[in-house]
Every structure is written in structure tokens, then in C-alpha cells.
């Protein structure tokens, strides 16, 4: 049974970053594109980056643009684990954070392309 487990949210200041977390368990983790989405409050779940699964030493990550350039997404394969360091945290950043995994080499940006979603954690940027 997949398993994903989000840590490192919490509450930042405006400006400041986070590193969020996803460990995986129950899947062999290299087969997996990887992905966070996060839905804030009277809100749709948004896709925010994706990251693809190794091919060698090899992976491809893809933003939304509110994020791009403040954002990056990495994976570390032999600790079953993607990471999202976020960086210039806005207001707007504020949401529930949710990992993905969908077996496959492809990442998309929508969210019934997932088969397996975390509980996320809760990112507050206070202004």
C-alpha cells in the first residue's frame, strides 16, 4: 500500500521559505513521477510542481508559474523522498500542500492524472 507523508509545514513570515517534505513507502520509488498540489481555503486544488522519475542521474521538474523561480522541487531516491523548497513566500502561498505520485515517467499538472495523494501539511505565510 502507498504511502505518503507530508512534513515541514507551518507558519513563515512573508518573504521568508520552507522546505516541505514528502516521504513514500510501499512503491518502489524510482517508477513514480512525483508532484505537490495545494488548495487553500474556498479554493480548488491547484498544481504548484512536478518532478519526474530518474532516468540515470536525470529528472525533469515543471512549475506553475506563480511559483517558478521561487520554487524548486527535487527528489532523492535513495531516501524514498521529494522535497519542495519554497523561497519569497507570499500571502497567497498560504494552503494545505499535498504530495502525489503517479507510476509512470510523465508528470502532469492535473490532479486526477494521481493515483496516490498524502494528507498534506499546512503552510501559513503571515504578512
Known amino acids: 500500500q502507498v504511502q505518503l507523508v507530508e512534513s515541514g509545514g507551518g507558519l513563515v513570515q512573508a518573504g521568508g521559505s520552507l522546505r516541505l517534505s514528502c516521504a513514500a513507502s510501499?512503491?518502489?520509488?524510482?517508477?513514480?513521477?512525483m508532484a505537490w498540489f495545494r488548495q487553500a481555503p474556498g479554493k480548488e486544488r491547484e498544481f504548484v510542481a512536478a518532478?519526474?522519475?530518474?532516468?540515470?542521474?536525470?529528472?525533469?521538474?515543471y512549475y506553475t508559474d506563480s511559483v517558478r523561480g521561487r520554487c524548486t522541487i527535487s527528489r532523492d531516491n535513495a531516501k524514498n523522498t521529494v522535497y519542495l523548497r519554497m523561497g519569497r513566500l507570499k500571502a497567497e502561498d498560504t494552503a494545505v500542500y499535498y504530495c502525489?505520485?503517479?507510476?509512470?515517467?510523465?508528470?502532469?499538472?492535473?490532479?486526477?492524472?494521481?493515483?496516490?495523494w498524502g494528507q498534506g501539511t499546512q503552510v501559513t505565510v503571515s504578512s
Open positions: 502525489a505520485a503517479r507510476i509512470g515517467t510523465y508528470y502532469y499538472s492535473a490532479a486526477d492524472r494521481y493515483e496516490n
Open positions: 510501499g512503491l518502489t520509488f524510482n517508477n513514480y513521477a
Open positions: 518532478i519526474s522519475r530518474n532516468s540515470g542521474s536525470t529528472n525533469y521538474a
